[in-house]
């Protein structure tokens, strides 16, 4: 596996001087520009719209820094922020159907000859606290556009913003993934 891609000193200078002569002139248009993709990703729903953003920049300044000619970085960047959106939306899409059908293996009897993977999220999902899991499935019940509604209904329901019930996914999230990963690791669930 390949080494994930950090932004470096020089790859950012290179995105600064594409955004403004002067230095302050060109920290105000990367903060100006960032907002804007920060509000596009806001707009369309993303989980992280603030990590999106920065995703985005990231993206163009490691272009900028393997010599891609460009000329008007300001479009540019936005076209790259409509390739980060879709690769966010079918990762929670992903997401989304594997969490579902933990769901229905929950609500149905335990089945013997499944696979190694849902067999370790189902134990995983067990070992949450009730509240915690009930939370991860509703979060995750809705298909389509309707699961935004359903989103903004439970956040409602549980007298929390919806950027709070974002949070709270997120977090639960990382730590079905760091469980499933722990799982599998050992082969398979022990209970």
Do not use: N
Request: net charge positive.
């Amino acid at each position: 596996m390949t080494a994930r891609w950090s932004l470096t000193h020089e790859a950012l200078g290179q995105l600064l001087e594409r955004l403004g002569t002067d230095p302050v002139t060109a920290g105000r248009e990367y903060e100006a520009l960032r907002a804007r993709l920060v509000d596009y990703f806001v707009w369309r729903g993303a989980h992280h719209p603030d990590v999106a953003a920065d995703e985005s920049l990231d993206r163009a300044a490691r272009r900028l820094e393997g010599g891609e000619a460009v000329q008007h970085i300001g479009p540019y960047v936005h076209q790259i922020a409509r390739y980060v959106l879709l690769e966010h939306q079918r990762r929670d899409v992903r997401e989304r159907r594997a969490l579902a059908g933990a769901a229905r293996e929950l609500a149905a009897p335990a089945d013997t000859s499944g696979e190694l993977p849902s067999a370790c999220l189902l134990r995983c999902l067990r070992q949450l606290p009730d509240d915690a899991r009930a939370l991860i499935v509703a979060y995750y019940k809705g298909e389509g556009r309707s699961h935004l509604e359903s989103r903004r209904a439970l956040a409602s329901r549980l007298g929390i913003s919806y950027d709070t019930l974002k949070t709270r996914a997120h977090r639960l999230r990382l730590r079905l993934g760091a469980c499933l990963r722990e799982c599998v690791k050992a082969g398979g669930p022990c209970d």
